[in-house]
Structures are given as structure tokens and as C-alpha cells.
């Protein structure tokens, strides 16, 4: 089965397990045909000898092809192409190369790895067991079709992440041929809080398998590794992300779940979603197909104060920490600064815009700090106490800046600079000395032609931005100085959002490559929700309010 893929090696949550595997009876043998090892395997050594071949056809990077010897597995190369499907070859010449135990029960069938854990006591079907680096993921084992001994698919644990409960949040595992992928490849699976790693169902494009059990290969030398153990957050680690979707519409997708709605959307606007300090609403401004203001509560409620929008531009709403106060910023249809608050208050200012742009908006105790391009292109600063700057900072026409408040009272604008490269602002204050002293922080990064960045901080006054790079992949950049990109490619016409989440990890919510609404969490854990956007539009997310 052939799955288009249009994005690079690495695919996302839930995207896939899809792999084949040749159907057979196996029935465990016993410890027949007993290959020695030549030194003990180690997890972490399985994991670097298959993330090696990734992107190697079946011949593999010898170019003589993956099979353990001394087993029933035979060559998974001829001729140069596939010899038939290989996933099980794969994982067996892995385990060999590592230095596992491997024996004659292995043979090209996937549904041969429960035989072999059979033989060795290695089987883990328990939905209580925590996978480790190593394991071999046998999918569907004579379930979804399969007769006795038989498996859709084997893969391999590269790699494992932990929510702070210490239940499993992903699973990394590297596959040899699936889906008609033919070249060892990387897929992460997504687990939520409190779902267990055995039983899940992963799946794409209308194809699912679920995990039946982990086989740990025999001969380790490591000691299995527990979780780490930490305190819950205060708050649920949870967020909502919003966007406009592929028929103008809001729709929400809320840590899993799907939010529907029917409210009209401009063709090319954004949304901007918050959390509320009441910990469990979050509200969205949006510019709806009349092009005016429109507010949507996650408790069903909306609003529209009537207030006209500049067409194909997006507000942006900040918490206040009084009450569940916020306040909401955009461009007006007369091209200024405009602003609208949860008391029901609007003002319009007499502060130009930059045609086709947003302002940004932070809250900063009860109140705020708004930064936007001016209508002669350079970053402008204006704050609730009345406090107006227009700084030296030229911008990128028609792109818009990103705002963070920090909790030492200071706040980082990041933006694309006229040199069409990321840059960033950082303030110690919200007075006009502490901006004119502002540090001034050009990056070498260049960013794709009229796309923005986002910025999201964390209570100890670091800071994080996500953006788009001139090669269309998702990028970040933090206050430490470093910087990470991922194989995650993006609409090139689109904007990334990022928010902070209370365990001091961040969510990404960006438009990918085939106009999916994408989610991506810290260390490039990737979810293709399967939701269509519009195409070039930008999504926004948020987690609940944390002061």
C-alpha cells in the first residue's frame, strides 16, 4: 500500500505505522538455532544503528541488504529493489548488529517477533508495560485480519519521551520498509496523559493498526529504565489551538479533541486564541467574512461588537491578570491601530499600520503592551499607560511582529527585519528609557518572504521563537542563543504559533506542506491532526492562563 507523503523523514504522531509485513503462521520453536552474540546489546546502541540507515533503500547502505544470519530471515535486497517486505529483516539485522540475541524463530513475517519473545520470555502484551529502547512494536498480531503467528508490522523504540505523571508521552521508532515506504524511516506516536502505550492505535489516511505487544530483544546489558517521577503542574497541561479552515471557518483542536464551528472566517485571516486566568476558558478574536471583529468564548458563547477589520488582517488578544479580563488589538478599516476590551470598551487610535498586517498584543499585569508595523515600516511600541515608541527597527513589508510579556516586567518583540532575517527586542520595562535602551538582537536566520514568528515565555523570563525559514522548515530560536530546526516543512505562505505549557515544555501549531493543521511538541514530537486549513493562513494556539 502506497502512501503519498509529502513532507520529510520524519511524519508525525499518530501519522504511521504503516508498514507491511509478510502474513505468516510462526509458531515459537524454542531456542532453536541459537545465534551468539558478539557482545551484549544495549537499547541505546539498537537505537543508533537503525537511526543510521534511515533513508537507505532495502539494500541498505552496504548495499547488501537487511537480514540477522543465522536465522530463517532471508535477504531483503535483489536485484537492487526490495526482495518482498522487509520490516522484519530490518529490525532482526538491527538487533544482530547491536549484538542481541537472535535465533532461527525470526524469519520475514512480522508476527515472528512474538514467537521469538515467546521462546525468550521477552513478550510484553500488558498494557501496564513501559516500552524501552530496543523493543520490537509488533502491530495487529493476529488481530485486524491476521491469521495464527501473524503481524501487520514490526518496528523499532529509538527513542522515548514522559509527561510529568510519568505515563508515556511519545514513542519514536524507526520501521524498515511500511506503507510503501521503501527506505528505513523515523515515525513518533503521541500518547496523551493516562493512555497506556500497548493498545493505541496509530494510523493515516484511513489505514490503522494498533501496537498487540513489545518484544525485548534478548542478551541486553542495560537495566530496563523507569520514568522520571515530578510533580503535576498546578494547571492541566493542555492547550487550544485554533485556525481558519479549508471552507473559512473557525475549528478548534483542543489536546485531542476536535472544535468545530460555523462561524465565518476572512479568506486569508488568523485567528489569536487565550487562556483566561480562570484557568479553563480560553477565548478567540478572529475577523469574521464580514470583515469585523468577532469573539469566541471555548464555553460556546461568541460576540460581535460590530467593530470593522482591515480586510485579510488578524487581531491579537492578551489575558490580564484581573479577573478574566483581556483585551484585544488590530488594524481598523482606515488602516490604524485599534483596540477593544472585555469590559465592552473600543478605541480607536491614531496610530498608521502597514497595510496587510496585525499587531501584537501582551498582557502585562492589568495592562498591556501592543507592538505593530507602522505604515513607514518600522516596529512600533504602545502600552496601556500611554507610552509610545517608534523604534529604529525596520521591517519586512507586510509582516507582522510577535510579543512576549515577561515575568520580570520586561517583554522580547520578535519580527522579520527588511533584511528578511529573524530579529528580536528584548526590554527591561515598559517605560520609554527602557525601550530606547531595548537590546537589539539581529539573527542570522532567514525567514520565508511575508511570514511571521512567534514568541511564547516562561516563568523564569526565557523565551522561545518559532518561524519559518527560507527553506520552509519550522525553526525555533531561544533566548539562550541556540537554535533548533526539524524536518517539519510548512505552506510556504503561513505562519507558525507557539505557546508555553505549565511543565515548562511549548506546543507548536503550524500549517504543513499539505495543508494540515500540524501540532508539535518540544523536542519536535509531531501530530498531523488530519484537519484541512486554508491554504496560506496561519493558525494560532494557546495554553490556559499561567501567571
Not at 496585525?358 to 502600552?383: C, E, H, K, M, R
Not at 506542506?513 to 509531531?526: A, F, K, S
Request: contains cysteine; negative net charge; proline residues 6%.
Amino acid at each position: 500500500m502506497n502512501l503519498p507523503l509529502k513532507r520529510r523523514l520524519a511524519t508525525a504522531l499518530s501519522a504511521a505505522l504503516l508498514a507491511t509485513a509478510l502474513p505468516a503462521a510462526l509458531l515459537a520453536t524454542g531456542l532453536t538455532g541459537l545465534v551468539a552474540s558478539r557482545a551484549l546489546a544495549s537499547g541505546p546502541s539498537i537505537a543508533a544503528i537503525a537511526s543510521n540507515q534511515q533513508g537507505y533503500g532495502p539494500c541498505g547502505a552496504s548495499g547488501n541488504g537487511y537480514y540477522a544470519t543465522g536465522t530463517s530471515q532471508s535477504d531483503s535486497c535483489y536485484e537492487g529493489g526490495e526482495a518482498h517486505a522487509w520490516c522484519a529483516d530490518f529490525a532482526g539485522w538491527v538487533w544482530q548488529q547491536a549484538g542481541a540475541t537472535v535465533d532461527t524463530n525470526l524469519t520475514d513475517a512480522a508476527g515472528s517477533f512474538v514467537a521469538y519473545g515467546n521462546a525468550h520470555g521477552t513478550v510484553h502484551g500488558n498494557a501496564s508495560y513501559l516500552p524501552q529502547v530496543g523493543d520490537a512494536a509488533v502491530f495487529d498480531y493476529e488481530t485486524n485480519g491476521n491469521g495464527p503467528g501473524a503481524a501487520d508490522h514490526v518496528a523499532l523504540v529509538s527513542s522515548i519521551s514522559y509527561n510529568p505523571d510519568g505515563s508515556i508521552a511519545s514513542l519514536t521508532y524507526m520501521n524498515g520498509n511500511w506503507g510503501g515506504v521503501v527506505a528505513p524511516q523515523t515515525v513518533t506516536d503521541d500518547y496523551l496523559v493516562g493512555q497506556e502505550p500497548v493498545g493505541e492505535i496509530g494510523g493515516e489516511n484511513g489505514i490503522q493498526m494498533t501496537i498487540s505487544d513489545y518484544v525485548s530483544p534478548a542478551g541486553l546489558t542495560t537495566t530496563p529504565t523507569a520514568p522520571p517521577t515530578s510533580t503535576a503542574p498546578a494547571l492541566p497541561n493542555t492547550y487550544l489551538a485554533e485556525m481558519n479552515d479549508n471552507v473559512n471557518q473557525l475549528y478548534g483542536f483542543q489536546a485531542g479533541t476536535n472544535k468545530g464551528t460555523t462561524l465565518g472566517m476572512d479568506s486569508y485571516a488568523a485567528p489569536s486564541t487565550i487562556g483566561l486566568s480562570d484557568d479553563s476558558t480560553y477565548v478567540t478574536a478572529f475577523e469574521d467574512n464580514d470583515d469585523q471583529l468577532h469573539l469566541h468564548y471555548s464555553t460556546g458563547n461568541n460576540s460581535n461588537p460590530k467593530l470593522a477589520m482591515a480586510t485579510a488582517t488578524g487581531p491579537s488578544i492578551a489575558a490580564l491578570n484581573s479577573g478574566n479580563a483581556w483585551e484585544a488589538a488590530y488594524q481598523g478599516p482606515n488602516g490604524y491601530l485599534d483596540l477593544y476590551s472585555s469590559a465592552g470598551v473600543s478605541k480607536t487610535t491614531t496610530l498608521g499600520m502597514d497595510q496587510l498586517t496585525s499587531p501584537a498584543i501582551a498582557g502585562s499585569g492589568s495592562g498591556w503592551i501592543v507592538a505593530f508595523q507602522d505604515n513607514d515600516n518600522y516596529l512600533y511600541i504602545t502600552t496601556s499607560a500611554g507610552v509610545e515608541y517608534e523604534t529604529p527597527l525596520g521591517m519586512a513589508p507586510e509582516t507582522s511582529p510577535a510579543i512576549t510579556a515577561l515575568a520580570n516586567g520586561g517583554f522580547v518583540v520578535a519580527f522579520q527585519a527588511n533584511t528578511g532575517k529573524l530579529y528580536t527586542f528584548s526590554v527591561s520595562g515598559t517605560s520609554l528609557a527602557a525601550m530606547k535602551a531595548g537590546n537589539k538582537n539581529p539573527t542570522p536566520y532567514g525567514m520565508e518572504a511575508i511570514t511571521n514568528p512567534s514568541i511564547a515565555s516562561y516563568t523564569d523570563n526565557t523565551w522561545r521563537v518559532a518561524f519559518q525559514t527560507n527553506d520552509n522548515d519550522l525553526y525555533t530560536y531561544s533566548s539562550d542563543g541556540t537554535d533548533h530546526t526539524s524536518t517539519m516543512q510548512m505552506d510556504p505562505n503561513s505562519s507558525p504559533a507557539i505557546t508555553a505549557l505549565p511543565d515548562g515544555t511549548y506546543e507548536m501549531a503550524f500549517e504543513a506542506n499539505n495543508d494540515h493543521l500540524d501540532i508539535d511538541h518540544t523536542g519536535y514530537v509531531n501530530l498531523d491532526t488530519h484537519l484541512g486549513m486554508m491554504t496560506g493562513t496561519s493558525p494560532t494556539i494557546s495554553a490556559l492562563y499561567n501567571p
